[in-house]
């Protein structure tokens, strides 16, 4: 039967992670992320949340284990806590190992205790800097109070918080020993991220990026890195900091293909599924979602898109500093 077998690529990865966006929406700017007069998509053209419940439902019939929610922002989504208990029945019946998010904090102290409540069990926080103007001139907006806030709330409420950091040139350099403290000082994991080449904001992408593999030698500078095998089933390659115990993951789209082991693939707010950040093939799912009550149809394209899962992305900054892709970030999430 089609619904209950596994999904496996032409490469033989399998798929057991889905990174399922609610909004393309955000309440920052960040100029690595999109340009400050960012038009987003109509509401009405968003799945509702009960077909993305009914959609996340039919990947977890298919061997999907873990799920994340991303936006945008997916805490500015209306009624995505009820979406988030809902889907934790599959956490009941042992079918998810894990129900996770990717937030930028703004709206975590509020959302905190119900997070735990429904089963979520870490989260992702993506905080860049901790300098508070520097944060307003990184995602054009003065949240970062409420980061923190909503960093001491995670935490009171029991989630394990990871921080993701975009590595940016001029930036990063000078902040990264506060940032590794900061984060292993209070027991979360800090994750750097090369920035890729995902649509158009307004600045030269040139300008931005920052090979991890400089950066690591800079950390090396200071601290004792130890690498080690430990995964959290995402793409991150991470080190142990002999001196504080903690871990540093990166993340390197640009510098170092990870895509041989990739289990992932992504949908968007309207449905569309993204085998590959990094190429533009998509399988719009919304039609066959909304075409029928059985889901024969909607499984049947699942099947066609994971059977052109590319074997990698070709993620590249060209000389111009033009993005690679015209989508930007927001639209999945990362």
Known sequence: MRGSCPLTDLFGRRITYLRLSVTDRCDLRCVYCMPESMAFLPRRDLLTLEEMDRLASAFVTRGVSKIRITGGEPLVRKGVMGLLESLSRHLASGRLKELTLTTNGT???RHAEQLARVGV??????????????FRAITRRDEFHAVMDGLLAAQKAGLAVKLNAVALKGITEGEIHELIAFAHGRGMDLTLIETMPLGDVGADRTDQYLPLGDLRRLIEARWTLVDTPERTGGPARYVRVAETGGRIGFITPMSHSFCESCNRVRVSATGVLYTCLGQEDKTDLRAALRGSESDEAFHA????????KPRGHDFRIDRTGAPKLARHMSTLGG
């Not at 069990?121 to 520097?134: K, M, P």
């Not at 394209?301 to 052109?308: F, M, N, S, Y």
């Open 107 to 109: 709206q975590l102290a």
């Open 121 to 134: 069990r870490r989260i992702n926080v993506s905080l860049d800097t901790l300098d508070a103007d520097r």
């Open 301 to 308: 394209a699942i099947d066609e898109a994971i059977g052109a």
